[in-house]
């Protein structure tokens, strides 16, 4: 198995990762799962470029079996960071199904929080699956008070 750090041209791979972890969590319908990997391909390219999606893919030879990225946040100064202006947030960890339980998904969010250790980023989150969850609370994550609300479109 190789690692590298994925480049723009990673784009539609990332994408039609995302599309899959959102279908194994049940998430979605075909429709709109479809609308979220054509929608995230320039998304994340854009990102890429601007450096502030940093995602890392492992190969199995040529074949590309897991990913992970982290988003660069611009976050205002607050009591977990007093002087902090960035967080990370861990998105797009993914494992085909056939090389899930090796280790993959632990190595990539590993190298995801030692990139954010690296550039001095103290807080990372994430929004964990039901399968996930164990995962990152082995390595460190709690849960917290965060709230969300979906506003419709009218």
């Not at 480049?7 to 194994?24: V, Y």
């Amino acid at each position: 198995m190789e690692i590298r750090m994925a480049n723009a041209e990673d784009a539609r791979l990332i994408a039609g990762h995302r599309r899959a972890m959102f279908a194994a969590m049940g998430a979605a319908d075909e429709a709109d799962l479809a609308t979220v990997e054509s929608a995230s391909i320039p998304w994340t390219e854009r990102m890429i470029l601007e450096s502030r999606y940093l995602g890392w893919i492992t190969s199995d030879g040529k074949r590309p079996v897991a990913s992970a990225g982290m988003f660069l946040l611009d976050w205002p100064p607050h009591p977990l960071d007093p002087e902090g202006t960035v967080r990370g947030y861990l998105l797009n960890v993914f494992v085909e199904p056939a090389h899930r339980e090796r280790g993959l998904a632990r190595e990539l969010v590993q190298i995801c929080l030692a990139e954010a250790k690296r550039r001095g980023i103290r807080v990372v989150t994430l929004h964990a699956s039901d399968e996930g969850r164990p995962l990152y609370e082995t390595l460190g994550f709690s849960m917290t008070n965060e709230m969300r609300l979906t506003l419709a479109n009218e």
